[in-house]
């Protein structure tokens, strides 16, 4: 009789890894071919099991338990990147509303969803910084010692999931506001000006006028906004990193 328990360990043992590959943008998110990502699943579970210490589940139910937390670690760990790519790209949709460029969205392809040029540009941004500063490598790291913080096994789910699950959210909000500060900022005083000088002179058509001289000031501002944005990516992956080891702790 054949026996499958290496075969299942294997199996377990992808689990995490392929929930980090799935839900992280970094490692293939959705754009990537599924025949890359599941060999790059089987190459990281191949490298973690002479470390990884595989349970022996009696019942399917306890085998549905250990799938399920070895896949909400995993998921966790990649929320936290497409919490730093999800931050950018709203950032470049405020900027790219005030700049007037909205109406030419187009589909991207590392989400899937329409984004306006601003929007793309500041998800792959966020992107480059991330592999530039090898935040990859960071996250690699954090899946293989997880293995001695968070053994594979059955666990439950911690209180701080409510909390973990706003950081992760105030984080998006948080990096977007920031960055797309500048751009609403001086734009919103450029509406006021134009006011101004619509007030001053009523037979100015300041729609024909405000569209052009908008879109001027923007590009423009994104010119000196863009080099320090990249700065702000690279600077918020030790934050990405830590934030996402504490919402995989919460399923200890």
């Known amino acids: 009789m054949i026996d499958l328990a290496p075969l299942m360990a ?3 043992l992808m689990v995490r890894p392929g929930a980090l590959i799935i839900g992280s943008p970094a490692f293939g998110g959705v754009y990537a071919p599924a025949q890359i990502k599941i060999a790059l699943t089987v190459l990281l579970s191949v490298m973690l099991l002479p470390t990884a210490t595989v349970p022996h589940a009696d019942s399917t139910v306890g085998l549905a338990l250990i799938v399920g ?3 909400a670690i ?4 990649g929320l936290a990147i497409q919490a730093l ?14 700049i007037g460029l909205s109406y030419a969205a187009i589909v991207d392809p590392a989400s899937g969803v329409r984004n306006n040029v601003v929007s793309s540009l500041y998800g792959s941004m ?6 530039l500063t090898n935040g990859h490598h960071a996250f690699l790291r954090a899946l293989s010692q997880s293995y001695e913080s968070l053994p594979m096994g059955a666990g439950h789910v911690g209180a701080s999931l409510p909390q973990s699950v706003m950081s992760v959210l ?3 909000f948080s990096l977007g506001i920031r960055m797309a500060a500048p751009v609403i900022v001086v734009l919103l005083l450029t509406e006021v000006g134009l006011g101004l000088v619509a007030k001053a002179a009523p037979g100015l058509n300041v729609m024909v006028v405000g569209a052009p001289l908008r879109l001027l000031v923007g590009l423009a501002l994104l010119g000196f906004v863009v080099p320090a944005a990249f700065g702000v990516f690279s600077g918020s992956i030790g934050s990405i990193l830590q934030l996402g080891v504490r919402f995989a702790d919460v399923f200890r």
């Open 126 to 131: 966020a992107m480059i910084a991330f592999l």
């Open 85 to 98: 790519v999800a931050g950018a790209e709203m950032a470049g949709h405020l900027a790219g509303f005030q």
């Open 170 to 172: 105030g984080l998006v």
């Open 69 to 71: 937390r070895e896949m």
């Open 74 to 77: 995993g998921l966790a760990l």
């Open 10 to 12: 294997v199996g377990l």
